[in-house]
């Protein structure tokens, strides 16, 4: 599959290096979402060991709750992510859209993002960046996860350290171990944000005021002496479940299924049929309209230097100017380079071919489409670890 297999539709979202928009499959006339994401911008910004990371981990998950992974190729000027084309939007903008969200609505949201972490936990993946702009609803209203670009795998036993996430949905350990070191954090910190976003889709801003701007030290001291006030106009279970989100101390925290089946405010959830998305959410996106800011198109027609629609004509023009390329700029070699190793370690990936596969048992053990026989095997247990090349070249401060 590639760039050519999609007819583009248009512009729907911007990520911080990536550009997201409908596409429709030529052959089956199923639409997706694709993401592109430009190498040299990825090169320059030193994220390119982290579209990889998203990349492996993608290729090894699928679930209800999450916005999965159909396709991913490249051409010369960018990697390309086609995903599940989820046209509800995500909270973030239903929030800047003054949704009132009931307490029934939120709960499942709860309940759905905790069916998602449990499969995650089972992955040994954790997310780090669970918050209302990354969560996207289908046209009937489910929430589904989505941007595993700064998620991390961690074996038995393991914690990670990295300071990672948004600041304002990370949990209190995550400041903890990167101030004084300590033992690090696991799985329960995605727990905490989804605790921190209920909250803000009930109440319209967050339990803590915290910004990006916020110094890490400060953190630690506000977790430890501000505590959070519960609208008094919510449920007794609604508050009891927050609270035991919103725990500053980790081991105390819902942070399970498990945890979250054995509480008593949610002993009513028919979770079998929540995970078949037989349970209606109280809130239905209209489906009328799409539900995104519409200046992502414009910005695409009138403001992008590279438009999507027009990579055609311009990947043949530059053939011809590679063609004459002065090969005496280092600059530019080291650029070269750089690109060279991702043309070489890019994954190329096909769910479609593998449902098929798996459907006639034609093969054993369904696999990713076979590399170039110059490309390592991927060792899908270290995560980044497939830039052998580019690692010297593009050196990255992988997060773990």
């Known amino acids: 599959v590639n760039f050519d297999h999609f007819q583009i539709l248009r512009a729907i979202g911007k990520g911080s290096f990536g550009k997201v928009c409908i596409v429709q499959k030529r052959d089956t006339e199923k639409m997706y979402a ?4 430009n190498k040299q911008q990825c090169i320059e910004r030193d994220e390119v060991r982290n579209v990889f990371r998203e990349l492996e981990i993608l ?3 699928e679930h209800v709750f999450l916005v999965n992974l159909w396709y991913s190729f490249q051409d010369e000027e960018d990697m390309f992510m086609v995903v599940d084309l989820l046209l509800g939007g995500d909270l973030r903008y239903h929030l800047q ?8 609505t939120v709960r499942l949201y709860i309940c759905e993002m905790a069916l998602a972490l449990d499969y995650l936990r089972s992955q040994h993946i954790i997310h780090r960046d669970v918050k209302p702009d990354n969560i996207l609803l289908d046209e009937q209203g489910h929430a589904h996860l989505t941007d595993f670009n700064i998620a991390t795998i961690i074996k038995d036993g393991e914690r990670a350290t990295a300071l990672a996430g948004t600041k304002p949905y990370m949990a209190p350990e995550i400041f903890q171990s990167f101030v004084s070191g300590g033992i690090g954090y696991s799985f329960e910190v995605d727990w905490w944000s989804v605790g921190v976003m209920a909250y803000e889709l009930l109440r319209g801003w967050r339990p803590y005021d915290i910004h990006s701007s916020n110094a890490v030290e400060s953190l630690v001291q506000l977790f430890s002496t501000v505590s959070v006030q519960y ?5 007794k279970d609604t508050v009891a479940l927050l609270r035991k ?3 500053v101390n980790p081991e105390h925290r819902v942070s399970s299924l498990q945890d979250m089946q054995a509480a008593p405010s949610l002993a009513y959830v028919p979770w079998d049929d929540l995970s078949q998305k037989k349970v209606e959410p109280g809130f239905v996106p209209n489906k009328g309209r799409l539900h995104c800011d519409p200046t992502f198109e414009l910005e695409e027609m009138i403001l992008e230097s590279r438009p999507l629609h027009k990579k055609k004509k311009r990947l043949a023009k530059n053939k011809s100017r590679d063609n004459s390329r002065d090969s005496s700029q280092s600059e530019n070699d080291y650029l070269q380079d750089c ?3 991702i043309q070489q370690d890019f994954v190329i990936f096909n769910r479609e071919k593998l449902k098929r596969s798996q459907d006639s048992m034609a093969e054993p053990v369904p696999v990713p489409e076979p590399r170039d026989e110059a490309e390592p095997p991927a060792d899908s247990e270290v995560v980044g670890s497939t830039l052998p090349m580019c690692g010297p070249l593009c050196p990255s401060a992988g997060s773990s």
Do not use: C, G, H, R
């Not at 694709?34 to 994401?37: A, E, V």
């Not at 859209?97 to 029934?104: A, G, H, I, L, R």
């Not at 609208?231 to 449920?235: D, E, F, G, L």
């Open 34 to 37: 694709m993401k592109y994401m």
């Open 59 to 61: 290729q090894e998950i």
């Open 97 to 104: 859209q003054n949704v009132q969200f009931s307490e029934d």
């Open 231 to 235: 609208a008094p106009t919510w449920s």
């Open 245 to 247: 989100l919103l725990t």
């Open 339 to 341: 690109l060279d190793a």
